[in-house]
């Protein structure tokens, strides 16, 4: 009898100890994934501010985090730029790279188009850029007959351009050069008209950033420590919630 006693109490004050280790384990865990948030956070914040400080050496922040860790200045931050800012750009606490967005940089504005009556007009422009992918937004007024090349080549042809609807948007993937960039158009539908503008992303920017680790994951979105940790430079306070 007395060794079924000792057997239950050995088997009861096994699982006291495991409940109690397992109770330890989960209470450790917790507090090594609150101090990787704030690890994470605090580099975050150091990041942030040698961006701020290339902003304000060059007046734009960077194309790419990486450029942090540069010698020579990046394309049109010549003026200014006192790099490196750093040596090395950590990986979060969890051993992804941060990410770090800009938006896109509008390089290229036409201003409204109309057409007159007469010999079809054709008109040049030059713009700064980087090389690399743009985007070409069209916004078209009822102009049906309109070409538009990029650097020699057509980007936008005559047969895609429509009367209705109105306006009709045209958007397309282009190819722009690491210097001065030639946009050449020609229109010829009398009283109707057009704009169309040209984006680059990864350019520098003087507007805002969004900077910050996916959290435990790894992934976009999450809750609790798989949750993304996100500073936006524009906005107070910076980390959102």
Known sequence: MKKGYILIEVVVGILIFLILTSGIFFGVKNIIDRAKVMSAKAQISQLALLLEQVKNDTSFYPAFLSDLTSNSPPRLQEKGWDGPYTKKIPLDPWGNPYF??????????????????????????????????????????????????????????????????????????????????????????????????????????????????????????????????????????????
């Open 100 to 241: 770090y967005y800009i938006p896109p940089t509008t390089v290229f504005s036409s201003p409204k188009l109309p057409r007159v009556y007469g010999k079809p007009d054709e008109y040049r422009a030059n713009f700064q850029a980087i090389e690399g992918k743009g985007r070409i937004r069209v916004e078209n007024y009822g102009v049906t007959s309109c070409s538009i090349y990029i650097n020699g080549v057509e980007v936008v042809k005559e047969n895609e351009f429509r009367n209705n609807p109105r306006p009709q948007i045209i958007e397309k993937e282009i190819n722009l050069l690491d210097a001065n960039n030639t946009v050449t158009w020609a229109r010829s539908t009398p009283g109707d008209f057009l704009y169309f503008s040209i984006v680059v992303e990864n350019m520098p920017t003087g507007e805002y950033f969004i900077l910050g680790s996916y959290g435990k994951d790894g992934k976009q979105g999450g809750k609790l420590y798989n949750k993304d940790i996100v500073w936006v430079s524009n906005k107070y306070p910076n980390f959102q919630e």
